[in-house]
Structures are given as C-alpha cells and as structure tokens.
C-alpha cells in the first residue's frame, strides 16, 4: 500500500468519462451484485451496479438513478458516500466507487425490482460466497473488502478484464 497524500479523489473529472459503482449494502452484511450481460468482456461474470454518468449529473445522483432503475431500490441522496475509485489504465475513463447504505432495505426482506426491460439478474451476496464463485470478476476482490471496513481515499488502477495493476490508498 503506497501513501500519496498529494493524489486527492475528485468529484467528478472533467474530459474523462466518469461511471458509478455502487455497493449497496445492509445492515447484515449482504450486498448487491450484478450477473453481467455486458460488456462481452463481463457476460456472466459477477460485478456491482454501476452505469455512465450522464450529462447533468454528478457521481451521487448518477448512483441514485443507477441503483433505482436496477433495482428498483429508492435511496436518498444522503446515503451514497464515495469511498474510492478506478482510473482505467487506459486514462480514458474513472470509475466513482461508491457506499449506498439505504434505511429500511434487507437482504432478507427487500425484493428487488428492476426496471422493465432489465435483462440482468441481481442477487444478494456475502463476501465469502462471492470469494468462492468464479464468475466473481477479479476486481471486486480488492474493492469489497474495502467497502466493508468502510475503507476511504483509494485508488486502484485498472486494467481491461477488471485485473487490479496497482492500489493506492490516499490519505484523508
């Protein structure tokens, strides 16, 4: 783990294309993830809600309207907090990593609706049943972990394939 105070996180960055990731967790430790359909590269594989930030939006109401449309979970702005991101390597693009905590959803209680339309399946997790299925893609990890120790300030490089190249935590 590498110190570089002087590297901060940005809310969102200018000419490069700015996507969400969002761990959308309860309070028993179970969160959301997605069984891929695209891009190919991810068809199958398990990952996090995300999507593009589109034009007018910032990385918190990217996340509100991502998480709503795929699964249907209705959360306050005031409950996304952005812990991290990925740069991809490539410099085209950043990845906003994002903590959603909403009241009143459980994994053992809130079914989740997405959109019509949605062809992604979206299930509940815990980390060690995600640990041992190998759809999981290699990124989530290093990030999960992360989440749950309410870890803040990091970066992580990314290479194509959600491989991890380097991780940097930033200090506060």
């Not at 002087?6 to 200018?14: S, V």
């Not at 490069?16 to 359909?37: P, R």
């Not at 907090?81 to 994002?98: W, Y």
């Not at 999960?144 to 506060?172: M, R, Y």
Request: glycine share 6%.
């Amino acid at each position: 783990m590498h110190i570089h105070p002087e590297i901060t996180l940005q809310e969102d960055r200018g000419t490069l294309t700015n996507y969400v990731l969002i761990f959308c967790l309860d309070e028993a430790g179970y969160f959301i993830v997605v069984e891929k359909v695209k891009p190919a590269w991810q068809k199958g594989r398990l990952n996090l809600i995300g999507g593009k930030v589109e034009d007018g939006e910032n990385w918190r109401v990217a996340s509100q309207r991502e998480l709503l449309e795929e699964t249907g979970i209705d959360c306050k702005l005031n409950q996304f907090e952005k812990m991290g991101e990925i740069l991809l390597s490539d410099g085209a693009a950043v990845v906003h990593c994002v903590l959603a905590r909403p009241t009143g959803v459980s994994s053992t209680s809130t079914k989740l609706a997405p959109r019509e339309g949605e062809v992604e399946q979206f299930y509940w997790f815990h980390f060690e049943d995600l640990q041992q299925d190998k759809r999981t893609i290699p990124n989530l990890l290093v990030m999960v972990p992360l989440f749950l120790a309410n870890c803040k300030h990091w970066q992580i490089e990314d290479a194509p394939q959600g491989t991890v190249v380097s991780f940097t935590h930033l200090e506060a």
